[in-house]
């Protein structure tokens, strides 16, 4: 079983849209979590860490369910920018090894 | 430009040739971490040093594969008797003990083994 799965999509939505995603990872002993955006061919980038009560940014909101492991990111009125991979990260201290899901792609279509 | 950067960007090499990559990591981070990621995939943790200390190696793919830093600054990979299978993307990141363990990326070294 993979540490972090993710379903890769894609997701194509219009402009103004929300969309979310969802991560799943299988160590109960990971401690922090992230999602990271990747444009084609370029390096990952952070878009926001994921704390235990939720957090927002801008027009992003992340939320992290430790019961059942699993962590989100909502994007509301979707930008053409928007349009990249983001990857689900998890870090188990253990070790402190950093697992990345496979990415899920979204496309913002005008 | 103070953030991660790798050399070089591309390489093309023959199946059987020995490559090092070098990442600089942002000058205050003590930590360092090599991933490799091939397509459709997310990148896949190789590695990672505390100052100059490895303290994860059990993740590097094989034993062609090696990594130092040896002052606890830049950082060297290397794989030797390349395979096609190595083709890849090479990304190095760095963070800062304390905060929040955000890693930076740097723009990765792509690797084909012909």
């Known amino acids: 079983r993979k540490e972090v799965e993710q379903d890769p999509g894609p997701f194509n939505v219009p402009e103004g849209a929300t969309v979310a995603f969802n991560c799943t990872y299988s160590?109960?002993?990971?401690?922090?979590f992230f999602w990271y955006r990747q444009d084609c061919r370029k390096e990952p980038k952070l878009l926001m860490s994921v704390y235990s009560s939720g957090n927002e940014d801008g027009r992003f909101t992340a939320q992290l369910n430790r019961a059942s492991q699993y962590i989100s990111l909502l994007i509301r009125d979707s930008k053409l920018s928007d349009s990249a991979t983001y990857l689900c990260v998890v870090n188990v201290y253990t070790g402190n090894q950093f697992y990345f899901g496979t990415g899920t792609s979204l496309t913002v279509i005008p | 430009d103070t953030g991660v950067s790798q050399d070089p960007r591309h390489k093309i090499t023959k199946r059987g040739q020995n490559v090092t990559f070098r990442c600089d990591p942002i000058?205050?981070?003590?930590?360092l971490y090599w991933y490799r990621q091939t397509l459709g995939q997310g990148p896949e943790f190789l590695t990672y040093f505390q100052n100059e200390a490895q303290l994860e190696k059990s993740r590097l793919l094989s034993d062609r594969f090696s990594a130092e830093r040896p002052k606890g600054s830049f950082s060297t990979l290397e794989i030797q008797r390349t395979e096609q299978g190595d083709s890849a993307m090479y990304l190095c990141?760095?963070?800062?003990?304390?905060?929040?363990?955000?890693?930076?990326f740097g723009p990765g070294t792509r690797l084909l083994v012909l």
């Open positions: 000058s205050e981070h003590n930590r």
């Open positions: 160590n109960s002993a990971s401690q922090s």
């Open positions: 990141a760095s963070s800062l003990v304390g905060a929040g363990e955000t890693q930076y």
